[in-house]
């Protein structure tokens, strides 16, 4: 695809139920990020993976939240036993590792979640 | 570690004023900066950034940013704004070695009013 693909756009969830969201980056991006975006508030970094070497956990808010890639392809967050402050737009965003780049940074739609 | 502050979370501004998006980072080492904007409804994207040389970069819509490496900013401005500014504007930093996590700040909402 053209661009960084999130799916689901839209997940509404009781509270307590796991969910788990998805996120497809620019096909040869080594880099991929997650951040959370609660209404109203700024990007809150989440996760960062970077090639084979050991993601970046240091923004994940508990032990409720855990994100996987494989390789340098799909990446998905899971959060467990859900929570209403969980509520939030969760960004992907994918970047190249280009020798001398800026390493730019493209940014998917984000996923609606939605914990009742 | 990096770190990222913008002034102000909110900033309305009438159609044709200046702007000013205040940006200061905090770093040990050198560091890339960018600037993002989220229109309503809409994804992240890339306005401009400062990578070396020139400290005045420039974005195709009017926007541009100075580098001031001495008070650690990066404010972003326009001298002239328009209603489709309206936008969430976000300042990010990353360190210029390697291959390393980018740092967002907390976003600035410019209101555009008419």
């Known amino acids: 695809g053209a661009g960084v693909s999130q799916s689901p756009s839209n997940k509404v969830t009781e509270k307590g139920k796991d969910v788990e969201l998805r996120c497809d980056p620019i096909s040869g991006h080594t880099a991929l990020y997650w951040y959370r975006q609660r209404l109203g508030q700024g990007l809150e970094f989440l996760i960062y993976f970077q090639g084979n070497s050991a993601p970046d956990k240091s923004g994940l808010p508990s032990d409720r939240f855990s994100a996987e890639r494989t390789g340098e392809s799909v990446s998905t967050l899971t959060i467990q036993r859900t929570q209403q402050e969980d509520s939030a737009v969760y960004l992907c965003?994918?970047?190249?590792?280009?020798?001398?780049?800026?390493?730019?940074?493209?940014f998917g739609p984000g996923t609606r979640l939605t914990v009742l | 570690a990096q770190s990222v502050t913008q002034l102000g979370s909110h900033v309305s501004v009438s159609e044709g004023a200046l702007v000013l998006l205040r940006c200061n980072y905090s770093s040990s080492v050198s560091v890339y900066l960018f600037w993002y904007v989220q229109y309503p409804n809409q994804g992240l994207q890339l306005l401009l950034k400062y990578l070396s040389g020139s400290t005045l970069v420039k974005s195709i819509n009017g926007f541009e940013a100075e580098f001031n490496k001495s008070q650690t900013s990066f404010h972003l401005r326009k001298p002239s704004v328009h209603i489709s500014d309206t936008a969430e504007y976000f300042c990010?930093?990353?360190?210029?070695?390697?291959?390393?996590?980018?740092?967002f700040g907390t976003g600035t909402k410019l209101q555009v009013i008419p």
């Open positions: 990010a930093v990353r360190p210029s070695g390697g291959y390393q996590k980018v740092t």
């Open positions: 965003a994918s970047s190249p590792r280009i020798s001398g780049s800026s390493n730019e940074q493209f």
